[in-house]
Structure formats: C-alpha cells, structure tokens
C-alpha cells in the first residue's frame, strides 16, 4: 500500500481568553510514500499548525488537537508524548523555517547530529562519527570532517540549512515535514535544498509534506498541492493538473498574483482583503465570500464540501462554477 499517513477530520484549536479557536478545521489528507506535497496558502491560513499538530508540538496547555493521524500502528493526535518522542527525530523528521533557532549556537554541529543518533540508534561512538560524516556528505556539505568540528556561526545560512537537514534525515525518517526550508536562502542554495528533498523522497521512499508560500518552489518539487484557507483545504490537486487548471477562487487569486515574464508590464494582482484573525474567521459557508463580494450569494454553497472535478482533483464550494475576476467587467483580464 502507497498510503503513509492519513489525516482525518483533524481540527486545531488553540486557547484565547476562555475560548478555543480552531486554526485547522476538520482537515482530511493522505499523503503517499514517495510523494511530496505542498501545503500552500497566505499566512495565518493554518499550514503551519497543521505541521505541529502531525509532530504534535502544540503545548497542550494553549491547545486542542480533535480528529485523527494514522501513522504505522499509531494515531498520532492521540498517543502518549514518550511514543511521540519516540517516533519524532526516527521516523518522524521536521526541517524548520529558522536554520539558526534550530541549531544549538554552543555546539559543534557534528555533535548536534550525533545526539540523534545516540538517542534513537545503537550505534557506536565510531559508527555514529562515520554516519554524521556520511550524512553531511549527502546534503552536499564540502569538506564533512572540518565542519563536524565548526559552530553553526561559523557557516553561511544555506550550510547551516544542510545541517538542519541532515539532522532531520539522520535516522531515514519515512515522513518528513520541511517547513519554508528555503525562505531565508539565495536561489542558488534554494534549487539545491529543494533538488535534496526531491532525492530524499525517492531514495528513501519518504513522504515529505512542504510548507511554502512560494508557488516556483511548488511546481518545482511537488507531486500534489494542498491550498488551504482560514483553517481548511478549499482545493487539492496534482501538481500539473492544478498549475493547468485552477477552480477555487481562492487558488486563482494566488495563482494571479504570482509575477510573470508574459505579463510584467501589468499590474500584479492582489487578492482583496486579508485572512481574518483566528477569534474573526468566519464558521458557516464560504469563508472567502467576503473577499469576492462581488459573485452572487447564490453561488456559494451554505456548507461547502469538497467536489471531485477531475481524478484527484477535490475543490470546495460550488462558487468556483460562477467565479471571474472583479475586474473582467472593466475588461483589463
Ligand atoms: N499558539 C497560538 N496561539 C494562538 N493562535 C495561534 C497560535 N499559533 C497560531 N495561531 C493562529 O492560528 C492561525 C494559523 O496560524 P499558522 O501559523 O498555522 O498559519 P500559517 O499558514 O502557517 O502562517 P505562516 O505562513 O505565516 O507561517 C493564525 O491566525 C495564527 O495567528
């Protein structure tokens, strides 16, 4: 079976005042051995606390996880923290936005890898020594012995990125979450890393879940894409088939907005409005309608569930039959 870890009906709530706001609401996605899936969205859309939730890093004292994730034997929302503890840094890997909050600034970055071999193998002091050089060759790291032995001050952003990665590989993990890994770096380094994720999921036969604002970065590496809004997946579609043929109104938009070598004398397109805050997002219908006013209440769904249109391809909400831009009318689309 390809199937690596199914989420089901997952909601996130996380604690305000007195109350309990859902950032990821009732959320269901299977992510396949082998294939890398993009989560995308503005920010503040959830994709982030959807991430936490799967490694379960959400402090039970601000936050709720309801629902299921199916991993192995195990349901990841509702097991206890030693397992959890267990799996994270095994088969559970996370590679953060942040390269340099992630590392530990007082230890030689040999050391920072070797602690999670020491902590999940029965390796010896020499095995493990010969496995964090292997694993600082295979992320592309020149010269592995000297920078055993450096400071992560002492290397560039995109090495100290290698390094996050490395320690998130060390123990073949066969899920794998990368956060915006590539945000803080140049492009050079950024096709690098992104060449590394891609190489990871087929020698590994990884499933690898990438955060990432950048819609370059998605048709580069991904295999499917979620887009998510106000806590939800309003679409879902293999990479090709949604590049080629968005439907949400929402997907449109950010796919409007990216810049163009056909279309750089025009206007970027800005999509109205902003997410609204967790205490303001809105529960019942559509949660974009407010930022496409101008589409007829009737198109919208009263609880919009997710359509198949195509194999594969689910979108939620029946507005994306009657969507246009705001400004075909003024005929400048
Ligand atoms: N610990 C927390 N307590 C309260 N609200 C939170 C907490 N963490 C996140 N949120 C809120 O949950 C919503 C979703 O946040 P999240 O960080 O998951 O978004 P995101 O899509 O990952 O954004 P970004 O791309 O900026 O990382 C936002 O409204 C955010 O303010």
Redesign the pocket.
């Known amino acids: 079976m390809n199937n690596l870890l199914h989420i089901q009906n997952l909601k996130t709530s996380?604690?305000?005042g007195d109350h309990y706001?859902a950032?990821?609401d009732d959320v269901s996605l299977d992510i396949n051995k082998n294939e890398i899936i993009a989560i995308v969205?503005?920010?503040?859309?959830?994709?982030?606390?959807?991430?936490?939730s799967i490694m379960g890093l959400?402090?039970p004292k601000?936050?709720r996880v309801d629902g299921h994730i199916f991993f192995k034997n195990y349901d990841l929302a509702n097991i206890p923290n030693e397992n959890l503890n267990h799996l994270r840094g095994s088969d559970l890997g996370m590679i953060f936005?942040d390269p340099l909050a992630a590392l530990n600034p007082l230890m030689i970055v040999g050391a920072q890898i070797d602690e999670t071999l020491l902590l999940h193998t029965k390796m010896s002091k020499e095995q493990r020594t010969a496995r964090v050089i292997e694993l600082l060759d295979a992320v592309g790291i020149p010269n592995p012995s000297r920078v055993y032995s450096q400071y992560p001050h002492e290397l560039s952003g995109g090495m100290r990125q290698r390094i996050v990665i490395a320690t998130a590989i060390a123990n073949n993990p066969s899920f794998l979450i990368a956060?915006?890994p590539t945000t803080a770096l140049d492009v050079t380094i950024q096709a690098q890393i992104l060449e590394l994720l891609k190489e990871l999921k087929e020698k590994m036969d990884a499933g690898v879940m990438l955060?990432t604002?950048d819609l370059g970065v998605v048709a580069e590496v991904a295999d499917r894409v979620a887009v998510?809004y106000a806590?939800q997946i309003i679409e879902i579609a293999p990479v090709e088939e949604l590049f080629a043929n968005p439907k949400h109104p929402y997907t449109r938009s950010l796919l409007e907005s990216v810049p163009s070598v056909s279309n750089k004398q025009e206007r970027l397109h800005s999509i109205q409005g902003i997410?609204p805050?967790?205490q303001s997002?809105p529960r019942i219908g559509c949660r974009f309608k407010a930022r496409i006013p101008w589409i007829p209440d009737e198109a919208h769904e009263e609880n919009p569930i997710l359509h198949e249109v195509n194999q594969g391809h689910f979108v939620r909400c029946t507005c994306y039959r009657e969507f246009y831009f705001s400004n075909v009318k003024r005929g400048r689309i």
């Open positions: 996380f604690r305000i706001y950032a990821v969205g503005e920010s503040g859309c959830g994709k982030s606390a959807l991430a936490f959400h402090d601000w936050s936005q956060d915006e955060i604002h998510m806590g997410v805050p967790l997002l």
